[in-house]
């Protein structure tokens, strides 16, 4: 069976268990120590208090919390009160640290890990318009692409963002239907900014850009 530390009084009213607390406060005669216990009583809860002046003791019983009792008193007279027992629960005040340290570690984990902008120059071989606008479709459509540019002299695409590179590369062989290889990567904007000259059409109905530059909203 558990035991119930509330007893009942013959009217049938709840009594709460009281406890002792004991504190030392700097006293230097008998009339101050008399003043303190008048102090002490005024407190709420407080049922009894012995006040000693030789010693600075001052021992209460009441139902208080001791930490509290202390603070009280101590705006009450303005003097440092110390708490000599009941000591606080520093192994409970501890634990509650490490729980506190252990949620913010989690949330801290919890958060996902911001993915690095990354810069990838590809050798792709294409001649005609229609390669060029099969490119940046296929790209425009790459999630994580922030911009791109296509060199038709050198015939390198440059892709920047945080889009899955391989994946990309994957993608515009399957619709090129050719070999599309990365020459270079580097993440963080590490990579040297080209600048690039507009596009340019080209004599005839067909369009050949000379480099073209492309930078999506993102």
């Not at 009217?11 to 216990?37: F, P, Q, R, Y």
């Not at 110390?82 to 958060?111: A, F, G, I, T, W």
């Not at 790459?142 to 945080?162: A, C, M, N, R, Y």
């Not at 596009?199 to 999506?216: D, K, T």
């Amino acid at each position: 069976m558990s035991k119930n530390n509330n007893k009942r009084d013959g009217s049938g009213e709840k009594k709460t268990a009281s406890i002792t607390v004991v504190l030392k406060v700097d006293m230097h005669c008998d009339g101050c120590a008399s003043k303190l216990v008048k102090s002490v009583r005024a407190i709420q809860g407080v049922e009894t208090v012995k006040a000693e002046s030789e010693t600075g003791k001052v021992t209460v019983t009441g139902d208080v919390d001791p930490a509290k009792l202390r603070e009280q008193l101590e705006v009450k007279i303005k003097k440092k009160v110390e708490l000599v027992s009941p000591q606080p629960n520093k192994e409970k005040d501890n634990n509650k640290d490490s729980k506190d340290k252990n949620k913010e570690k989690k949330s801290k984990e919890k958060k996902p890990k911001e993915a690095p902008v990354t810069t990838a120059v590809l050798k792709v071989d294409f001649h005609r318009e229609r390669c060029i606008e099969k490119i940046q479709k296929t790209v425009s459509k790459t999630k994580g692409v922030s911009g791109f540019s296509i060199d038709h002299e050198k015939q390198l695409v440059t892709v920047k963002g945080t889009m899955d590179v391989k994946k990309l590369v994957r993608s515009l062989t399957e619709k090129l239907k050719r070999s599309v290889e990365i020459v270079a990567t580097a993440k963080n904007g590490n990579a040297k900014e080209k600048q690039y000259v507009a596009a340019q059409p080209a004599h005839g109905s067909a369009y050949f850009p000379v480099r073209m530059e492309i930078r999506l909203n993102t």
